[in-house]
């Protein structure tokens, strides 16, 4: 892990390039909705469940690969970051054909109007 003594946003950790880290710390509570999530997945039968699957240079928290329709990922999100952070990961999952479904869990996101995103609250 690198650490970013990032100025414009919120200082943290990030792989190494191409790195093989199985381990990145997690809140339990997305631990908890990241299993949630997979399980009922996997329970529904409508392809293969992924947890911590990587594509490109990102690894998403659930991957689905669809038997009928496109694949989907999807992102648990407990850190109250704008949702201009996570243009990056969508584009490049949607650049790869793949539905991108953000999960933000807890109270405390900002409400920030961005195209496409909504929390559950909002929904």
């Not at 950790?13 to 399980?39: A, G, I, M, Q």
């Not at 699957?53 to 496109?70: E, M, P, Q, S, V």
């Not at 999952?93 to 109007?113: H, M, P, Q, S």
Request: proline letters at 2%.
């Amino acid at each position: 892990m690198l650490f970013v003594d990032a100025q414009l946003k919120t200082k943290h950790f990030r792989h190494k390039t191409e790195s093989l880290c199985d381990y990145e710390p997690e809140t339990e509570e997305h631990e908890n909705y990241k299993w949630l999530v997979y399980n009922m997945l996997r329970n529904k039968g409508i392809g293969e469940v992924f947890v911590e699957h990587r594509i490109g240079k990102f690894i998403a928290d659930i991957y689905l690969k669809n038997n009928k329709f496109y694949d989907i990922v999807f992102e648990i999100q407990a850190t109250n970051y704008s949702p201009l952070n996570y243009d990056e990961k969508i584009i490049s999952y949607a650049f790869r054909r793949l539905l991108v479904v953000y999960l933000f869990i807890g109270d405390g996101f900002c409400n920030e109007v961005k195209r496409n995103i909504y929390s559950l609250k909002e929904i």
